[in-house]
């Protein structure tokens, strides 16, 4: 069985059994109250039917038709007749109710009901003035006040009132039920849909529903679809980031083996050493990422050493000089003190080569990129400053982000991956970048990591 049928279903039966209670609670206040009020009219009708009839016999001053007419007012629903006696027993008015008439209109109230099953009984009162019996007056009523017109009638109403309101709100509970189950059941085959889209790996983007548990369901499928996205992208940037890693130390080795072939570079021992360098960089690139992409983790492990910072940025320069002077860009290091650091050597190394592969890239020729050290007690700062072409303020909020590529550098090649993976690498050796930078007057990196991680 369907939701929808079910919920149709127990809607229904919960309506009706609400409806039959409220309606028997209701039916029976409303008709113990009106029986309260009726008897209550019927007793100060009586009290004032004595009222008249002891005046009218004491001071004997009105006649008979005067007499009649007062005590006919007084037949009203459940009073039907009203005799006056005098002290010797004689009828002085007799007035009552047609009762066939009254009869008929009970008969036609009450269907299936006998006329005859109506009982009355008579209050009879003796009329005393000053102690002396002065006559009697007998009023005659239905035996149950229940029985009046009056009665029958309001109960004839409050139950044909109760069937049809009956009959209404189910009505309604069905087409609100249909209403709400429809919108349920689509939200439901929504939901269904965009799990199977999931599943299958398609794209399925479904308003969310206004039921807070449905509602609940599709977010959580929708975080699922991003984490498995997320999860997606994680591994393609992995694979990018290792191929854009390999790019550098390959380029380097690449134009280096032209230069000894070429006879531009002599084969000394420090340039065998920065061809080795480059080789153990991409070694280190091709475990690292292997290692991760077993793991499913989104970061490598840090390996921590104490190396002398100064030479590892002489000989990043000298694997760079190459290609900054075919390039005709002056690559300068401004600062020469020995400087010692204990962190991750690959990572910080990674992230200077990018910046200044992007230095590299962005600067015309005949202009310069050059480099600045700076040391305090417990921090190193390092400014990479180019004299590119710059980038904008609001192009610099979106520098480190993955794939991100600023108007000046679409037709350069590339991913879009260096400065991310840069930030990446420094924070996890608790290091910063920041950039200082406008259109047409350069960019300022500013690193700032640790002395001893």
């Given at each position: 069985?369907?939701?929808?049928?079910?919920?149709?279903?127990?809607?229904?039966?919960?309506?009706?059994?609400?409806?039959?209670?409220?309606?028997?609670?209701?039916?029976?206040?409303?008709?113990?109250?009106?029986?309260?009020?009726?008897?209550?009219?019927?007793?100060?009708?009586?009290?004032?039917?004595?009222?008249?009839?002891?005046?009218?016999?004491?001071?004997?001053?009105?006649?008979?038709?005067?007499?009649?007419?007062?005590?006919?007012?007084?037949?009203?629903?459940?009073?039907?007749?009203?005799?006056?006696?005098?002290?010797?027993?004689?009828?002085?008015?007799?007035?009552?109710?047609?009762?066939?008439?009254?009869?008929?209109?009970?008969?036609?109230?009450?269907?299936?009901?006998?006329?005859?099953?109506?009982?009355?009984?008579?209050?009879?009162?003796?009329?005393?003035?000053?102690?002396?019996?002065?006559?009697?007056?007998?009023?005659?009523?239905?035996?149950?006040?229940?029985?009046?017109?009056?009665?029958?009638?309001?109960?004839?109403?409050?139950?044909?009132?109760?069937?049809?309101?009956?009959?209404?709100?189910?009505?309604?509970?069905?087409?609100?039920?249909?209403?709400?189950?429809?919108?349920?059941?689509?939200?439901?085959?929504?939901?269904?849909?965009?799990?199977?889209?999931?599943?299958?790996?398609?794209?399925?983007?479904?308003?969310?529903?206004?039921?807070?548990?449905?509602?609940?369901?599709?977010?959580?499928?929708?975080?699922?679809?991003?984490?498995?996205?997320?999860?997606?992208?994680?591994?393609?940037?992995?694979?990018?980031?290792?191929?854009?890693?390999?790019?550098?130390?390959?380029?380097?080795?690449k134009t280096h083996l032209e230069g000894f072939q070429d006879g531009v570079i002599d084969v000394t021992s420090e340039e065998?050493?920065?061809?080795?360098?480059?080789?153990?960089?991409?070694?280190?690139?091709?475990?690292?990422?292997?290692?991760?992409?077993?793991?499913?983790?989104?970061?490598?492990?840090?390996?921590?050493?104490?190396?002398?910072?100064?030479?590892?940025?002489?000989?990043?320069?000298?694997?760079?000089?190459?290609?900054?002077?075919?390039?005709?860009?002056?690559?300068?290091?401004?600062?020469?003190?020995?400087?010692?650091?204990?962190?991750?050597?690959?990572?910080?190394?990674?992230?200077?080569?990018?910046?200044?592969?992007?230095?590299?890239?962005?600067?015309?020729?005949?202009?310069?990129?050059?480099?600045?050290?700076?040391?305090?007690?417990?921090?190193?700062?390092?400014?990479?400053?180019?004299?590119?072409?710059?980038?904008?303020?609001?192009?610099?909020?979106?520098?480190?982000?993955?794939?991100?590529?600023?108007?000046?550098?679409?037709?350069?090649?590339?991913?879009?991956?260096?400065?991310?993976?840069?930030?990446?690498?420094?924070?996890?050796?608790?290091?910063?970048?920041?950039?200082?930078s406008a259109l047409g007057q350069g960019s300022n990196f500013i690193i700032r990591i640790p002395m001893t991680l």
């Amino acid at each position: 069985m369907t939701i929808r049928r079910q919920w149709l279903i127990m809607l229904t039966l919960t309506a009706i059994l609400a409806i039959v209670v409220n309606t028997i609670i209701l039916s029976s206040l409303i008709n113990q109250y009106f029986q309260t009020y009726t008897t209550g009219e019927y007793n100060k009708s009586l009290s004032q039917i004595k009222s008249f009839s002891k005046m009218a016999l004491s001071q004997n001053n009105m006649t008979t038709q005067q007499i009649e007419a007062q005590l006919a007012s007084y037949l009203n629903d459940p009073v039907t007749r009203i005799t006056l006696y005098n002290a010797d027993g004689s009828v002085i008015v007799n007035v009552g109710i047609d009762m066939s008439n009254m009869n008929n209109m009970m008969s036609g109230m009450m269907r299936g009901r006998e006329v005859g099953t109506f009982s009355q009984e008579v209050d009879r009162t003796e009329l005393r003035d000053s102690g002396i019996s002065i006559g009697t007056v007998n009023v005659t009523h239905y035996s149950s006040i229940g029985d009046s017109l009056t009665s029958v009638m309001f109960r004839s109403a409050l139950i044909r009132n109760s069937l049809l309101s009956f009959v209404i709100v189910l009505a309604l509970l069905v087409m609100i039920g249909l209403f709400v189950s429809r919108r349920l059941s689509r939200d439901l085959r929504g939901t269904s849909f965009m799990a199977l889209n999931i599943d299958l790996g398609n794209q399925a983007d479904i308003p969310f529903s206004k039921i807070r548990e449905v509602r609940i369901i599709q977010q959580s499928l929708k975080e699922l679809k991003s984490r498995l996205k997320l999860k997606q992208m994680g591994r393609k940037r992995l694979i990018d980031e290792m191929v854009h890693q390999t790019r550098t130390p390959l380029t380097i080795l690449k134009t280096h083996l032209e230069g000894f072939q070429d006879g531009v570079i002599d084969v000394t021992s420090e340039e065998i050493k920065t061809c080795e360098m480059q080789i153990e960089n991409v070694s280190s690139i091709i475990s690292n990422m292997s290692h991760l992409l077993d793991t499913e983790k989104e970061v490598s492990p840090l390996s921590i050493e104490e190396f002398d910072f100064s030479h590892l940025l002489r000989r990043i320069l000298a694997g760079l000089k190459l290609q900054f002077d075919q390039k005709q860009v002056a690559l300068s290091l401004m600062s020469h003190e020995k400087i010692t650091v204990k962190t991750d050597l690959y990572k910080l190394s990674q992230s200077i080569y990018n910046i200044l592969t992007n230095a590299y890239k962005f600067t015309q020729p005949g202009r310069k990129v050059e480099i600045f050290l700076q040391t305090d007690e417990k921090m190193l700062s390092i400014e990479i400053k180019d004299t590119g072409a710059g980038i904008s303020l609001e192009e610099q909020k979106h520098l480190f982000e993955a794939y991100y590529k600023g108007s000046n550098a679409q037709a350069v090649p590339g991913e879009g991956l260096g400065l991310y993976v840069v930030k990446q690498n420094l924070e996890q050796i608790g290091g910063t970048i920041r950039v200082e930078s406008a259109l047409g007057q350069g960019s300022n990196f500013i690193i700032r990591i640790p002395m001893t991680l």
